[in-house]
């Protein structure tokens, strides 16, 4: 299985603040990578896909960059409703498609 | 727009199947340009592929091989709707369930999982 590992695992910031999750991959996807946002009680929302695209209705402050084994996902002026646990997900490879540990990202 | 909604138990016994339906609005379970999957979270595994059904000129089945032994998917077309069967469950297979679109296109190429059903919080007790 491709193993994703994101950091940090908790990130405190306050709105207006520019943040930057890495995750990393065990082996090279090439640039077959998305981000999601999920919220309590609720499914993971698509924010990011093949590294750098970003989701249609997903706001421009979102942006995504990487390939191979090394990628980001960059918020650039925090707003209240980012507030919010960041998921990465590799889809490369089918056997299996992994995710990240997530990525919480609190209020400072 | 493209809506999942899914259904099915909330509660299922140790050692019998746990069974869920996800259905399709504004697509089609036989497009040729999207995959048809089911993923679970839990706070012990976090967010986990099960895996996905599929129609290329015939139907396709990929499983984790996590579960392989023990889960099916079943879509159906007549109801455009798939569904997950999980068999001998244990504690362990306690968590939210989601079904998921994966869909390409000529534009953007895979997507990854652009539509998520509402989740189905499945718990495994007597």
């Known amino acids: 299985d491709i193993q994703m590992t994101q950091s940090p695992s908790t990130l405190s910031a306050s709105v207006g603040d520019r943040v930057t999750i890495t995750c990393r991959a065990s082996q090279s996807i090439n640039n077959w990578l998305a981000w999601y946002q999920q919220n309590p009680g609720k499914a993971p929302k698509l924010l990011i896909y093949k590294a750098s695209s970003l989701e249609s209705g997903v706001p421009s402050r979102f942006s995504g960059s990487g390939s191979g084994t090394e990628f980001t996902l960059t918020i650039s002026s925090l707003q209240p409703d980012d507030f919010a646990t960041y998921y990465c997900q590799q889809y490369k490879s089918y056997s299996p498609y992994t995710f990240g540990q997530g990525t919480m990202l609190e209020i400072k | 727009q493209v809506q999942l909604q899914q259904s099915g138990p909330g509660l299922v016994k140790p050692s019998q199947t746990l069974s869920l339906t996800c259905a399709i609005s504004?697509?089609?379970?036989?497009?040729?340009?999207?995959?048809w999957n089911w993923i679970r979270q839990s706070p012990s595994r976090g967010l986990e592929w099960l895996g996905r059904?599929?129609?290329?000129?015939?139907?396709?089945?990929d499983y984790a091989v996590s579960v392989k032994s023990r889960i099916t998917f079943n879509p159906d077309t007549s109801k455009n709707q798939f569904s997950l069967h999980l068999n001998s469950v244990t504690p362990e297979d306690t968590a939210v369930y989601y079904c998921?679109?994966?869909?390409?296109?000529?534009?953007?190429?895979?997507?990854?999982?652009?539509?998520w059903g509402q989740g189905t919080m499945v718990t495994v007790s007597s």
């Open positions: 998921a679109r994966e869909v390409w296109s000529v534009a953007t190429g895979w997507h990854a999982f652009d539509i």
């Open positions: 504004g697509d089609s379970v036989s497009s040729d340009s999207a995959t």
């Open positions: 059904t599929y129609y290329r000129s015939k139907w396709y089945n």
